[in-house]
């Protein structure tokens, strides 16, 4: 028996899934407390054990999916890292996005680094930097280091972590160890990346693993990497960031095993964001450049992911410049008004109760204020900041009476940025709860919300609905339509297309029906999978607009940690042999390049050396036993009529499924 936890930007999913029938036995939901994760997490355990009838010891494994290191990137809440940057010059951190990304962390710059063969540039100062890590280490949590060529020579780099951990005793994360590929500035974002990760992911999997042992699971624990493969827990401490699109990937793996199909198009919508991807042939679409999150482009191997802030829990509003209801949804994520009045339904009520009697509604009806940790948050903040919290009075409030002045709504709009104030408003899950989509929470005031929401005013000053029912299919119609057109963008860049293309006159005539004298068809000749709580709500009208065939896998609400226990463990070392004259040839491996006069020698040592580097990987991975591919590309010049050998490219990739703990043990 298998327990797979998703801790999502809403929920916390878990699932019980029986190894040997390779079913889901039961499932649960519990909402994600962001304050205090164990909360969450143990809600949802505690809650598909129950359901599933399951004793706490038959657990064999558990694995972790998250869109924690996601969403800290995205929200720029990673911690404060010091970075050393050895071979390079200061123009360097233009390059890359490196400034962004360092932003106003401490640098330290230092001559050394090697040359392309693996030989050194410059001597490395080790004394000016245990000075210098010393002078910066009560102002940051890690530390990141990257060498220029250290992917062909990593002395430089391993030098440099020893001393910056012997002096500061903080966590040091090498740019070699994360991408043996080139290209020293995209290196070193993604080693100031993994180091801002660190103690946020060591935070969640010490959450986890405490939330497990006080229940008595004493499994193996995973965690699902952004390309859909798994890791153990001790092997993602040192490499948080392959967990980024961590959640998204274990939703594909997921879709693919719930269904079948090795071919699809997967569309996951959240309270949140929709992610699209690629399914081919029963695995998820890579991205070749690497993972971008938060702006920011890395080296890690992700799902290549198209993200639209597009969920059930978007918040609507309406364009004032246009006539009727031209309606936005999202990309902020806020309080659905019905979900927030089964906890505060006297102070929802009235205020909608109120607030619908006025002839026009004004900018800030039908929104409130939630500051969780109300007296913790008020005692951290000054000035201003200090005096939206004081004007709400505790830890709800109605927005209009809250905010008495435009520079008030200004910094609560900077608090809600900053994860310091939620809002609550009108949502798709409202109009859901209207037209009889959902009943999860209180329709009644789901109804009042999107009234209120109807009596809002075009640019000519007339209601944009006549009533609730009106403005909510309206509502849903929107998010179908937009949902269709995030497919359809999805699927235009696979074949090589322009994201845009879907905005163009002619796309959107045929998907508006428009044309009456020219036939043209448009769809995708892939069955369109809807994964989320939400889908079957959805997806099939979503399917029917792109003529496609609608899949809606069972348990699609919980796909994501479906495929975090049923996914595979799967590592690639590479190792490259280069050439720097005719007849030498050095293998850039281990701590230090080694010398050969013959490639097939060189080659042969490449091998035994990647072999064991994945084996020892495997192991740490959680699965000792597993199958390998070997790929040796060449890379060749013409001379004299000749092809003379220029480089080589040795890649092993290893593929296991996790070990399970026996029984008894």
């Not at 009560?138 to 972590?161: C, G, I, M, Y």
């Not at 998204?248 to 879709?255: H, R």
């Not at 079957?536 to 796909?559: D, F, T």
Request: charged share 20%; net charge negative.
């Amino acid at each position: 028996m298998l327990l797979g936890i998703d801790t999502g930007g809403t929920y916390t999913d878990a699932v019980l899934y029986d190894e040997a029938t390779r079913t889901v036995v039961a499932t649960a939901k519990s909402p994600t407390t962001h304050h205090e994760l164990s909360i969450g997490i143990s809600g949802a355990i505690d809650a598909v054990l129950s359901l599933g009838v399951v004793a706490p010891e038959r657990i064999e494994l558990v694995s972790l999916s998250t869109t924690l290191a996601t969403n800290a990137l995205v929200e720029g809440k990673g911690r404060r890292v010091g970075a050393v940057i050895i071979g390079f010059d200061a123009e360097v951190v233009e390059r890359a996005g490196l400034a962004e990304a360092l932003g106003s962390d401490p640098a330290i710059f230092l001559l050394g680094g090697h040359d392309p063969h693996g030989n050194q540039v410059a001597p490395l100062d080790l004394e000016r930097l245990a000075t210098e890590a010393a002078e910066v280490a009560d102002r940051v949590e890690a530390f990141a280091v990257t060498a220029q060529f250290s992917v062909r020579n990593p002395e430089h780099e391993l030098a440099a972590a020893e001393v910056v951990q012997r002096v500061t005793g903080k966590p040091v994360t090498l740019s070699h160890h994360l991408s043996a590929r080139l290209n020293g500035p995209k290196r070193a974002v993604t080693a100031i990346l993994n180091a801002r990760l660190i103690s946020i992911i060591d935070g969640l999997v010490r959450t986890t693993e405490r939330a497990l042992d006080e229940r008595g699971i004493h499994a193996p624990l995973m965690v699902v990497r952004g390309d859909g493969s798994l890791v153990s827990a001790a092997f993602v401490r040192e490499r948080p960031i392959e967990t980024i699109l961590s959640g998204p990937a274990a939703s594909l793996v997921g879709a693919a095993h719930l269904t079948g199909l090795d071919n699809a198009i997967i569309s996951d919508i959240g309270g949140t964001t929709t992610d699209i991807a690629v399914l081919t042939g029963g695995i998820p679409a890579v991205s070749p450049d690497g993972a971008t999150v938060g702006g920011h482009q890395t080296m890690v191997s992700a799902v290549a992911m198209h993200t639209h802030g597009l969920g059930g829990d978007s918040r609507v509003r309406h364009d004032e410049r246009a006539v009727g209801a031209a309606l936005v949804i999202g990309p902020r994520k806020v309080v659905p008004l019905c979900q927030l009045a089964v906890d505060e339904p006297a102070l929802v009520h009235a205020m909608l109760d109120q607030q619908l009697t006025y002839l026009n509604p004004g900018e800030l009806d039908g929104i409130v204020l939630i500051a969780e940790r109300y007296e913790e948050r008020l005692a951290a903040l000054e000035g201003v900041e200090r005096q939206v919290l004081e004007g709400m009075g505790g830890r709800v409030a109605i927005a209009a009476k809250a905010l008495s002045t435009l520079q008030l709504r200004r910094v609560m709009e900077r608090l809600v940025q900053r994860g310091v104030l939620q809002v609550a408003a009108f949502t798709p899950t409202d109009a859901s709860h209207v037209l009889g989509i959902q009943a999860t929470y209180d329709i009644a005031a789901a109804r009042k919300a999107a009234e209120l929401f109807a009596k809002s005013r075009d640019r000519m000053g007339k209601a944009i609905a006549p009533d609730a029912e009106t403005i909510s299919q309206i509502t849903i119609d929107t998010l179908v339509r937009r949902s269709a057109e995030a497919v359809l963008s999805a699927a235009f860049v696979n074949d090589g297309l322009p994201a845009d293309t879907v905005s163009t006159r002619v796309v959107q005539s045929v998907l508006d029906r428009r044309l009456s004298v020219v036939r043209l068809s448009l769809g995708l000749s892939a069955p369109l999978v809807g994964l989320g709580a939400s889908a079957p709500a959805y997806y099939p009208r979503v399917a029917a607009l792109l003529g496609a065939e609608s899949r809606i896998p069972p348990h699609a609400g919980v796909a994501n940690a479906v495929g975090a226990v049923v996914g595979r463990v799967r590592l690639t070392r590479e190792c490259v042999v280069s050439s720097p004259t005719h007849g030498q040839f050095v293998v850039h491996a281990g701590e230090a390049p080694k010398l050969f006069t013959d490639l097939l020698a060189a080659r042969s040592f490449a091998l035994e050396h990647v072999s064991a580097a994945l084996h020892h990987d495997m192991v740490a991975a959680g699965a000792p036993v597993f199958e390998t591919r070997e790929q040796w590309a060449e890379q060749t010049v013409p001379v004299d009529g000749l092809e003379l050998f220029v480089e080589g490219r040795l890649t092993l990739t290893a593929s296991g499924r996790p070990e399970l703990r026996a029984l008894g043990q």
